[in-house]
């Protein structure tokens, strides 16, 4: 059982461009959702997070926006930049719970 | 401030074998998780531990264990291996078992063959 889906796959996008990710989720009880940036051979790094009570949350070039009703969330990166080409991984986790649920990835490529 | 140390980098092991990875969470932290991330996929949560005591466990087999000492630094034990434990294991350190925000150390590679 998949609990947080993850689109598209893999993401190509050329420089000064607007890269979009998706993630929806299933369970109600998640209350706090982060995005990760993962470059090869290193480990996961927190980008950005946010919690149901707000529908946006904007830190420099990324952007979380969040829609409750729908369940789903996504990380908008601004003004794209081959340094952002990495892979990028949404989570969710719930309140009475401190395991992080992870969806598959997505594979940035910014074209210079 | 050092962030999450793992040791060893890298490790390679032979089916049957036993393997023993060691994480430092971020000073001031009290609550590490080990996830496993094999290639292409995302982190999967294996345990957490808060305090010394586990607070909670993935859906992994009784061949894993892992334990937190009193400094909160923890070990992720492994045994009888498989070709399929092969993965990036990563450890990751959290102020308190309820805290949600989890930072996330190097990793070590583990290669079975």
């Known amino acids: 059982q998949q609990q947080v889906k993850q689109s598209p796959q893999s993401l190509i996008v050329q420089k000064g461009g607007i890269s979009i990710i998706n993630c929806a989720y299933e369970?109600?009880?998640?209350?706090?959702f982060p995005w990760y940036q993962q470059f090869p051979g290193k480990g996961p790094a927190l980008l950005i997070a946010i919690r149901p009570d707000v529908s946006e949350k904007k830190e420099g070039r990324f952007t979380i926006s969040f829609n409750k009703r729908a369940k789903q969330f996504s990380l908008h990166i601004m003004d794209s930049q081959p340094g952002d080409s990495a892979t990028y991984f949404c989570?969710?986790?719930?309140?009475?719970?401190?395991?992080?649920?992870f969806g598959k990835g997505t594979k940035l490529s910014v074209k210079p | 401030d050092a962030g999450v140390t793992q040791s060893p980098t890298h490790l390679i092991k032979t089916r049957g074998q036993q393997v023993t990875l060691r994480c430092s969470p971020i000073?001031?932290?009290?609550?590490v998780s080990w996830y496993q991330q094999v290639l292409g996929q995302g982190p999967q949560f294996i345990f957490q531990?808060?305090?010394?005591?586990?607070?909670g466990r993935g859906n992994f087999p009784d061949r894993f264990s892992a334990r937190q000492f009193p400094n909160y630094s923890s070990e992720l034990n492994v045994n009888a291996l498989l070709l399929g434990d092969s993965a990036l294991y990563l450890c990751?350190?959290?102020?308190?078992?309820?805290?949600?925000?989890?930072?996330f150390g190097p990793g070590t590679r583990l290669t079975v063959l």
């Open positions: 990751a350190s959290s102020r308190d078992s309820s805290y949600n925000e989890q930072f």
């Open positions: 369970n109600t009880a998640f209350d706090y």
């Open positions: 531990y808060y305090e010394k005591e586990e607070r």
């Open positions: 989570a969710a986790s719930g309140r009475s719970q401190g395991n992080l649920i």
């Open positions: 000073s001031g932290h009290k609550s």
